[in-house]
């Protein structure tokens, strides 16, 4: 049976068909006052950005959800969990201070900032799943703790996921450490031919686990694999051994995402913004080009169908000359896989249809 997807363009002509009506319109007609109660504590997942992007969702746009969440007479607050890697977020006090810093603060959003898996990553709460990877997934307590929640994401690709949607959103981003630790699950390997030694990788490593003399060596009982050595290497000589360990990451991260639709059946929302899709998460500390133009917003209840529509909206794009996107610029090719072949990024939503979190079959409401 298709799930509903609610789509909304960026054209306007008037007050009424403005971006911030646009958002409104589209919380009422995905039937998200249907999932919040008067005096829910209702958290809003978000990412506020490693500090040196700008790919993050405007808070001027979350501002009109927290809005028609207090029209239900509920109280809402924003919320990410705690970083894997270092950064201006591996700690709750570094993670509000890059939140303000981009501009997340109450007199803009109206919403308190509370850091899901406490100051350390350590508010930790188990639920059972029953699933292929995983009996039981660890999660930040005070999202699962919230009455209702609504997913705000910003869909782009992702160089370990292949794409960044509601999926990843929910299941990485609604972790804390040692939820990612289990979800990645996956090792580092160092292309010796390639490496030149720069250190580069080594600087960014949490762990300690990448020391270079001549080449990049790593510590394969050190390493958590956050990937994080990945984003920095100028020559692509880090990576995973993705014929044996990608299905598998991305299945694990698919069964955390369902941990958090399980915990809150009928009580979740996702809305994606398909603007400014860089090739790179928002965890980077810059935002590349994006790849393709910006098309527009989508809202449903099914995540797995949200990402289906938003994956298929960016592949029917002709993607932009000059950007990362190297290949499949052509509209209906494979945008992701042109950024890169090695990642299959929908096994997240066929393993997440497995599984019983959502359809990818959908239909496509044009508002």
Excluded at 26 to 42: H, P
Excluded at 157 to 179: D, F, Q, R, T, W
Excluded at 180 to 186: A, D, F, I, L, S
Aim: aromatic content about 8%; charged content about 25%; hydrophobic content about 35%.
């Amino acid at each position: 049976m298709s799930s509903k997807v609610y789509f909304v363009n960026l054209r306007a002509r008037s007050d009424k068909e403005n971006k911030i009506s646009k958002i409104r319109t589209l919380f009422d007609r995905a039937g998200f006052n249907e999932l919040i109660q008067k005096d829910d504590l209702t958290a809003i997942k978000l990412h506020f950005g490693e500090r040196g992007s700008d790919g993050f969702i405007s808070p001027l746009y979350v501002r009109q959800v927290v809005d028609k969440i207090k029209e239900k007479g509920a109280k809402p607050f924003l919320t990410d969990t705690n970083t894997l890697y270092g950064g201006s977020r591996h700690n709750s006090v570094d993670h509000l201070q890059t939140a303000l810093e981009h501009g997340f603060d109450y007199t803009v959003t109206g919403a308190p900032i509370i850091i899901a898996d406490g100051l350390r990553s350590d508010n930790i709460t188990e639920v059972e799943i029953n699933q292929k990877h995983f009996k039981n997934v660890k999660l930040a307590k005070d999202i699962v703790n919230a009455d209702s929640v609504i997913v705000m994401t910003h869909f782009k690709g992702h160089e370990m996921g292949g794409y960044g949607g509601a999926i990843k959103n929910l299941a990485m981003g609604g972790a804390p450490s040692v939820g990612k630790k289990e979800q990645h699950g996956t090792k580092i390997i160092v292309d010796q031919d390639k490496c030149i030694g720069c250190g580069e990788c080594s600087e960014v490593c949490p762990e300690q686990a990448i020391t270079v003399n001549e080449k990049a060596q790593v510590d394969l009982d050190k390493c958590i694999g956050c990937g994080e050595c990945l984003t920095v290497c100028p020559v692509k000589a880090n990576g995973i051994d993705w014929q044996t360990d990608l299905e598998a990451f991305l299945e694990r991260m698919a069964e955390y995402g369902y941990g958090f639709a399980k915990v809150h059946e009928n009580r979740i929302g996702y809305i994606n913004f398909l603007i400014n899709i860089t090739p790179d998460c928002d965890c980077a500390s810059w935002s590349d080009a994006p790849i393709v133009p910006d098309i527009g917003f989508l809202a449903s209840t099914d995540p797995v169908a949200l990402d289906q529509a938003s994956y298929d909206l960016v592949n029917k794009q002709i993607g932009f000359s000059g950007s990362l996107l190297s290949c499949n610029h052509e509209s209906r090719a494979d945008k992701f896989k042109g950024l890169r072949s090695y990642i299959d990024g929908t096994i997240q939503m066929r393993h997440g249809e497995e599984i019983g979190m959502g359809s990818r079959d959908y239909e496509l409401i044009v508002l």
